[in-house]
């Protein structure tokens, strides 16, 4: 018998569902209800009934009001109710459900059974449906408000073996239920499978002691839909490690990237096995490659991969119904990604919020003449009114996923301006992130500052040369209007268009600017354009450098990094802000320093001990000023120790140069002191020991050393005499610590030289040191070697470290290392590996590359040909490596003067090809004229970027054109281009 997922309704209040199932139907409210009735009469059956309905019932809540009627259309923009209903188990008949990203979600009750114990009630199983495709994993579960991280099925720790949990991936037929349910005597067979349904078998057992709040609650953290990126896709140029395609599954890989989830959605998720069969589509529209080109979405997807604050810019998760409408879906995307809707080549894309060039420029002759024109300075009541301050509703991860309030995004002067606050609450049902969704809550905010909004109609034929019939949706122009603009240039988003027979295209036009996304406006809209701001030098901090180190206590050592920077500073420098990240990880624990003409600095928050730390500074000053940060600098602190260290117990401590020195010292005051006691005891005088406990401590401006000698004896059974000799001395059965060091030495004194030679052996519980130490006039070397019972370290204090060979011969040294802390090797053959954790001084080892490099520097000056692209600089490089890196540097003096009416903008392209061809476009960078009297693009541009290309000979080049071909200056000086290949071990 085949499981369906059925309904369950109020019946169950007052008994039990068995598992017959009913077939799903369309209508929730309508489907069978099947209930039993066949327990033991009396009041056992009775107390078994109702834990049986609370087991089933409880953990769903207020289960009358499923996630059914949610995503049939009940406040759709609500998202604390939404959340709750997507991480709250479901009763009844439910829609398929697609899990994105990385989410929290309940799922929906399968079936429910009691088992086990005298009247089989001591167990309750529930399976519960968590997706309806393959989930790329499980990171989590909650029981009630507490997480615990999940790593593998069976008897979850931390729950007294109450707690049972079997995670099963979605497969093509469904897997049969597990061994102990078909043995628990519930009517279970293996034929009763789930195809296509990614699950949970929850078991756990009734105990009071363990689940003191009822029957739990649990609900899911996982890591959601495996996707297809076209980026990797061979026929859309890629050419690297692991490609994929839409047809083979196998090759998608998990993304929490807005876009491209969004375009898996577009395309559907089909029934595991069935891909792309249209009569098994689950969720989503289904629509064919024709009907959604992927080619489309590149663009967008390497925006919401563009790193904002060391994380990408828009990602998504969340859960999406199959009763959900599409545009319903859509509008979640746009608002998760600051976007906006459009209809481009007969399809329906959503584009995410970035700044864009204009597409052309239009002027007052480029309306139709005798056409209405509509044009409204202030945002109408019927837009909505206007709005000054907007807070962002968003799902947060920290409070249990669910729905959690941003940051209020409001400016005073807005509210004066507008007589009092005019707020707005933007849900965002598939943002998991405070800061993305401050980032789109910021958006819409300036966006609504600008409130000018047009409807006009242009003539076919533009004067810049473009049809006006290739406008459509999303796009921006610029529009230069002495009637409405008073001789300004003002730039519009395209909302809607229309074009007629005659080819004229009427425009809905809504107002829009580069700072709206945090971009400088490359055209003001002002009459009279203010002169260009002079050009402010970042803030920046020189000679930048960071060490670990441990900060010693009375009882505690503490990991620190201590950084080092170049002052006086920038006098506009008011705070430096030192950041400390795991390397490999995005998140930064900050600290702030006051006094930034220190030059160094100790920062503790986000060190941790045995670690590789990534370290850098942030000037911070006036709002006006851009900065620069320093480069990460790595910092291991492996060899740190962090924590209290009981009293007596062995320590790793920073030890100075004349560390030993000082430990030589002590070891001949305790020969002397050991010399006396025997004296004494030989004149007889009764000691019960030989020797009494010593103490020192040290202190110089080198460092510290801590120790305690605590000498032990031993005497005769008599207890009169004592034996000099022993190897050996007893402690009482009640001790529980203790010290046993045994001393020798010999020492010579002449009247030029003092020359010793001193031997500590040391037992303390738990640890064992020996010393060898060879003292000459204060010159000290020696080996100390030391067990704790976990680690053990031989140590070397010398001058030259060298082999002789017993047959005789010179001596041979095989490294050295100097007072420069660098460690210098002769003659060394490496039969493994060279892993390199640091940074190599040169871009390449002497005899063996391992990093390919390739330069190009051209001398003169390279005249471009208008709207033509053309080629500025370009180098070849042979790469090896089938996943390493290519970094990509470019540098030239560029001047683009346009005396003309109307502006322009000049284009930058990255491409790559095997040959001479044009290949692939890797990025864009479009920069805008000045927008002044003598419209210019000037200065020093650099760009870089980073490339996988994979094996082969690849040429790297840059090409560049304006959108304009009436310019008066287009000229690209000494042209720098440098393509660097950084190889790994397999390489």
Known sequence: MRLKRFLMAS???????????????????????????????????FA????????????????????????LGLMKSNVAERQASVTTLSLGETPREAVVGIACVGGSLIDAWNHGGKYGTDYVTRRVAVADHVLDGVVGYYVDDTFYPFTTNGVQ???????????????????????????????????????????????YKFDDQVWTRGHPGLKFVVRGLRTYDPRFDPQHGYTGPSPQTWEDVTTHRFSENAAVVRY???????????????????IGRGLSADEAPAGRIIAAANVCDEIVNGRPRYTVGGAISSAQAHIEVEEMFAAATAGQIVQRDGGVEVEPGQAKAAVVTITDADLVAGEAISFDEFTPDTDGGRINTVIARYVEPSQIFKDHSGSVLRRQADIVEDGGPRELT?????????????????????????????RIALVPMLLAGRASAELEDGDIVAWQSNRYHE????????????????????????????????????????????????????????????????????????????????????????????EVRIKGETDIAPTTIGNVN?????????????????????????????????????????????????????????????????????????????????????????????????????????????????????????????????????????????????????????????????????????????????????????????NDGSIGSLKFQADVFAFVDPNGGSRVVPFSYGV????????????????????????????????????????????????????????????????????????????????????????????????????????????????????????SYVFTLNDVPGPGVWRYFVTARSTTNNMTVQQVTDPYMEAVEYRNNAA
């Open 11 to 45: 019946a169950l209040a007052l008994s039990f569902v068995v598992s017959a199932p009913t077939v799903a139907k369309a209508d929730p409210i309508t489907a069978a209800i099947v209930t039993w009735a066949g327990f033991t009469a009396g009041t056992t059956a």
């Open 48 to 71: 078994v009934a109702t834990f049986v309905v609370n087991s089933a019932l409880y953990a769903a809540g207020s289960w009358a009001v499923t996630k059914a009627a949610k995503a």
């Open 157 to 203: 720790p931390g729950f007294n073996g109450a707690l049972q949990l079997t995670f099963v991936n979605a497969t093509r037929d469904g897997a049969a239920p597990p061994g102990y349910m078909l043995q628990a005597g519930v009517g279970l067979t293996s034929e009763d499978r789930c195809p296509s349904v990614a699950e949970v078998w929850i078991t």
């Open 264 to 282: 898996n959605i577009q395309r559907g998720v089909f029934a595991v096995g069935r891909h792309g069969e249209l009569q098994h589509l689950l």
């Open 426 to 454: 933007l849900p965002l049902m598939l943002v998991t992130n405070r800061e993305q969704a401050d980032r789109c809550a910021e958006i819409t905010r300036r966006g609504a500052r600008l409130e000018r909004r047009a």
């Open 487 to 578: 001789g300004a240039t003002v730039r519009y988003r395209i909302e809607a268009y229309g074009v007629d027979e005659g080819w004229r295209n009427t425009l809905q036009l809504r107002e829009m600017a580069s700072s709206v996304f945090g971009q400088e406006d490359p055209i003001e809209d002002q009459a009279a354009p203010p002169p260009p701001p002079a050009v402010i030098d970042a803030l920046a901090l020189d000679e930048v450098q960071v060490e670990p180190i441990i900060l010693p206590g009375e009882k505690s050592v503490i990991p620190a990094l201590r950084f080092f920077w170049e002052a006086p500073v920038d006098p506009a420098i008011q705070t430096i802000r030192a």
């Open 598 to 786: 220190d030059g160094a600095a100790v920062v503790t928050a986000g060190v941790a001990p045995g670690r590789i730390l990534q370290g850098r500074l942030v000037p911070v000053g006036p709002p006006h000023r851009p900065i620069m940060p320093s480069a990460w600098t790595d910092a291991a602190t492996g060899e740190l120790v962090a924590g209290d260290l009981a009293p007596g117990a062995p320590t790793a401590v920073l030890a100075a140069q004349h560390t030993d020195l000082i430990a030589a010292e002590m070891l001949r005051g305790a020969l002397y002191r050991s010399y006396t006691d025997g004296l004494l005891h030989l004149d007889g005088q009764p000691v019960a020991t030989l020797f009494q406990s010593l103490s020192d401590q040290v202190i110089n401006e080198l460092g510290s050393f801590a120790g305690t000698l605590n000498l032990l004896g031993a005497k005769n059974q008599a207890g009169t005499g004592f034996i000099i000799a022993a190897d050996q001395v007893f402690l009482p059965a009640t001790e529980t610590g203790g010290q046993v060091t045994s001393l020798r030495g010999l020492q010579l004194t002449t009247a030029n030289n003092a020359q010793s030679i001193q031997q500590l052996f040391t037992l303390t519980d738990g640890f064992a040191e020996s010393k060898t130490l060879l003292v000459v006039n204060d010159v000290v070397t020696g080996i100390v070697n030391q």
């Open 820 to 939: 420069d802390n660098i460690l210098r090797l002769t003659n060394t053959i490496i039969h493994g590996d060279l892993i390199v954790t640091g940074s190599l001084t040169n871009k390449a080892l002497v005899k063996n590359t391992i990093t390919g490099l390739a330069v190009a520097d051209t001398s003169g000056v390279v005249t471009l040909t208008g709207t033509t692209a053309k080629t500025v600089q370009s180098v070849w490089i042979e790469v090896k490596g089938e996943d390493t890196p290519v970094k990509l540097l470019f540098n030239g003096l560029v001047l683009m003067l346009h005396n003309a009416s109307g502006s322009f903008n000049a284009t930058f392209e990255f491409r790559r090809a095997p040959d001479g061809g044009q290949g692939i476009s890797l990025r864009s960078r479009t920069v805008d004229a000045t927008g002044d009297t003598y419209d210019a693009v000037a200065g």
